[in-house]
């Protein structure tokens, strides 16, 4: 099951920045925080991902708190082509692999 | 990042039927391949993982002998919906994972529309 809870929704204007939140509170210490993002009608795309320090690449910066129960995704320039459902995902260890339970993530509208 | 395709993108078939969907890694080898589901306006849900060279794990409450899971090599896994019904009607995405850099990925492929009449 999903171990993360996120707004169902939220707007941005274009070239501002997006703060999308996630808590996560029963995360493990060993567990990694993951983000992606689903455009209507394609597969997920995967954004950022971090363990406890902040990361940044070229999409997007990720805050994680100190206790490491909730994190924030930052979209520092929206555009429209980020319209889309961002998911944030604790990755599972398991025997097998590290499977990815998906919550019902944050649909993100950007306008103009 | 890594490629995955997936083939067919849509598909509409007839009750009782049978339908293949492929998941290919394209510039890696996939050790795990996981395939999902999706409802409109909902969000995905894991059906399955495959290892290459082994049985698939299906996560609890998915039909093992309905969803049949196939990873032949490190680059092509197959699910195939047997007795195919309206119900079964869903956007299907398929992830591979690699290693690199010393952590580990899911890539997703594009998806596959199938539609039951």
């Known amino acids: 099951d999903a171990k993360t809870t996120q707004p169902t929704s939220m707007d941005c204007a274009e070239g501002r920045a997006a703060n999308l939140p996630c808590n996560h509170s029963t995360i493990s210490g060993n567990e990694y925080v993951y983000w992606y993002r689903q455009i209507h009608s394609q597969g997920p795309q995967y954004i950022i991902h971090?363990?406890?320090n902040n990361e940044t690449n070229e999409m997007a910066s990720l805050i994680i708190t100190e206790d490491r129960k909730s994190s924030t995704l930052i979209l520092p320039h929206a555009t429209l082509r980020d319209t889309a459902v961002y998911y944030c995902i604790v990755r599972e260890r398991n025997n097998n692999f590290n499977k990815f339970y998906f919550g019902s993530g944050t649909k993100l509208n950007v306008k103009p | 990042g890594a490629v995955v395709s997936q083939h067919p993108s849509r598909v509409i078939c007839k009750s009782g039927t049978s339908v293949k969907i492929e998941c290919r890694s394209l510039?890696?080898?996939?050790?795990?391949m996981f395939w999902y589901r999706q409802f409109p306006k909902k969000s995905l849900m894991l059906m399955a993982t495959?290892?290459?060279?082994?049985?698939?794990?299906?996560e609890q409450g998915v039909e093992k002998d309905k969803f049949l899971i196939n990873h032949a090599s490190l680059t092509l896994s197959t699910l195939t919906v047997t007795s195919a019904h309206p119900e079964d009607s869903s956007f299907y995405i398929c992830?591979?994972?690699?290693?690199?850099?010393?952590?580990?990925?899911?890539?997703f492929g594009p998806g596959t529309r199938l539609t039951v009449l």
């Open positions: 510039d890696f080898q996939a050790t795990t």
């Open positions: 992830s591979a994972a690699g290693t690199r850099i010393g952590y580990n990925e899911q890539f």
């Open positions: 971090g363990l406890k």
């Open positions: 495959s290892n290459e060279g082994s049985k698939a794990t299906y």
